[in-house]
């Protein structure tokens, strides 16, 4: 019983390699979207207006889908876990307090915190409240 996945010491980094989020914005954005289907309408849509990815300016339209989302979320059990799941993988992309600055904490921070501190609804920051990296991220727009 001490071993159900069969798995060596030595292939536990490539499994953790495959489950992290990626540190680049392509491979991020690719990686988010696989993880969250209602994203990807909103990438193809991008790709669509703009020819090209332009992670910055998607990011807002995915703060803006988070944003449907919380407001959705009190009558829709769907939205909240949605939203939940999306937040979960935000979180972590924003890098510990110290910790260098790179491209995907750049895209996260400045381009979803940044955007859904204006939300004049409230229900999308009172969920970023919720998680540690995002509650920072938030704190200088309060």
Do not use: K
């Not at 110290?98 to 491209?103: F, K, L, N, S, T």
């Not at 229900?123 to 309060?142: G, V």
């Amino acid at each position: 019983m001490g071993q159900c996945s069969g798995m060596t010491p030595e292939q536990i980094p490539i499994l953790r390699q495959v489950t992290e989020a990626p540190r680049t914005q392509r491979e991020f954005v690719d990686w988010l979207v696989a993880r969250h289907p209602g994203l990807t309408q909103i990438l193809e849509e991008h790709l669509t207006d703009y020819d090209e990815l332009l992670s910055h300016v998607l990011f807002g339209d995915v703060t803006r889908h988070a944003a449907d989302l919380a407001r959705r979320a009190p009558e829709e059990p769907g939205a909240d876990a949605e939203l939940l799941r999306l937040l979960e993988d935000l979180d972590p992309a924003i890098l510990p307090e110290g910790e260098d600055d790179d491209p995907v904490n750049n895209l996260v921070w400045a381009s979803f915190v940044e955007n859904a501190s204006t939300d004049a609804d409230e229900p999308l920051r009172t969920r970023l409240r919720s998680f540690p990296n995002l509650a920072r991220a938030l704190s200088p727009y309060e």
